[in-house]
């Protein structure tokens, strides 16, 4: 008798949280393969340059990169077009 209670005791029930673990693995899993379908493969040619340079239209130091490097944040693909 003893040994039937330690079995019962060893059953793991399912909850609300593993229903939306679940849940939420099962629509990933269906997500990947839509994503994949959709995708492209897209060519720019360009320049890379500092967004401060082109936020505020000035030309990017060509001197002492460097430093420059070290102070600019963000870089942006400049076009050709300057789009």
Do not use: W
Not at 13 to 18: A, E, K, L
Not at 48 to 66: A, F, S, T, V
């Amino acid at each position: 008798m003893k040994r039937m209670m330690m079995i019962k005791t060893q059953i793991i029930t399912i909850t609300g949280y593993h229903y939306l673990i679940i849940a939420l693995s099962v629509s990933m899993s269906l997500m990947v393969p839509i994503t994949g379908m959709t995708a492209e493969l897209v060519t720019y040619e360009g320049t890379i340059q500092g967004l401060n340079c082109i936020h505020y239209q000035q030309k990017c130091p060509e001197e002492d990169l460097d430093m420059y490097i070290a102070l600019e944040h963000d870089f942006v693909l400049l076009l050709p077009d300057g789009c």
